[in-house]
């Protein structure tokens, strides 16, 4: 599929007779539900989400609406009720999701709308001027600020990283959660940017944060790119996805997926995307197996 066509006037009307019963039914009452988490429902994203809402709403036929949940389980439970017929989740909530609903993914972000750059990483990022933390084998007895339990960049990842870093320690998920066993004190942020300014302020040693939310908040100028040091950073982690709740029927998916792959709207890629000239590209559950498996082997601990 060519990401760069834009979604023609005749392609709106030939799609648009079918979702009208597979999307939205023929009720001028129906509506469909994106649901987002805290991460992309800040200031600067308000207009652009609306933006994708408005177009989608008009290339289906009926209201669209989005909904801001208050972490990633509350998306997953609207997932798995119908309270939302669309989601944009990391792959760890992704991984979560998979094994309480059978959600799907059909689309995942990639830079310059490239497959192969349909990845991030997570950074553990300090204080610049912290001399004491210089990289992570220095985070031991120091303050930490997670982002989320279901955050993959801000908790799953950065998890299995300092488990990886210290295995003379023989650590586990509960000890690096649990204030006094390895750091002096451990607590959620609740989103990136609410940990990044916790670090800035001082108020914490210590987060980690995805890196593109990370490039994201300094050039909003919500922070300065001399506030903060990267002290490690993660290997790849699979994209950002648009997911589906089961109830959504196959015909739905597919328009969602023709609409999403076609989307170009870069204001809605800079302020909720987080990546400039990023674009929608197909995905499947096949490209979060590691993540998956991954969550598994974290939550034995």
């Not at 990283?161 to 998920?173: G, H, T």
Request: proline share 3%.
């Amino acid at each position: 599929m060519n990401l760069n066509r834009k979604i023609t006037a005749a392609a709106l009307g030939t799609v648009l007779s079918l979702t009208l019963l597979a999307g939205c039914g023929s009720s001028e009452e129906e509506v469909f539900t994106i649901a987002y988490a805290p991460n992309e429902s800040t200031t600067e994203s308000a207009d652009a989400r609306n933006g994708l809402a408005e177009d989608l709403g008009e290339f289906l036929g009926c209201k669209v609406e989005e909904i801001q949940a208050s972490d990633y389980n509350a998306i997953i439970e609207a997932l798995r009720t119908g309270s939302a017929d669309m989601a944009y989740m990391g792959s760890q909530a992704l991984a979560l999701g998979v094994e309480r609903t059978d959600l799907e993914p059909i689309v995942m972000k990639a830079e310059d709308g490239d497959p192969e750059k349909a990845i991030y990483h997570s950074v553990f990022i300090t204080r610049s001027d912290n001399d004491e933390i210089n990289s992570i084998e220095d985070i031991k007895g120091k303050t930490m600020a997670f982002v989320d339990p279901d955050s993959t960049s801000g908790n799953l990842v950065p998890t299995a990283e300092i488990i990886q870093a210290f295995p003379d320690d023989n650590l586990n998920s509960d000890m690096l959660h649990t204030n006094g066993d390895f750091f002096e004190a451990v607590s959620f942020s609740g989103s990136h940017q609410a940990g990044l300014q916790a670090v800035i302020k001082g108020d914490v040693d210590v987060v980690p944060i995805s890196d593109q939310i990370l490039a994201s908040e300094i050039s909003h100028g919500n922070a300065a790119e001399g506030d903060v040091k990267i002290i490690h950073e993660s290997g790849a982690i699979p994209a950002e996805a648009m997911v589906v709740g089961e109830h959504v029927d196959q015909e739905t998916r597919d328009a969602l997926t023709e609409f999403l792959t076609s989307y170009d709207n870069e204001t809605y890629f800079t302020d909720v995307i987080k990546v400039p000239g990023a674009r929608f590209v197909e995905c499947d559950l096949s490209d979060y197996e590691e993540i998956i498996e991954l969550n598994k082997i974290i939550n034995e601990f």
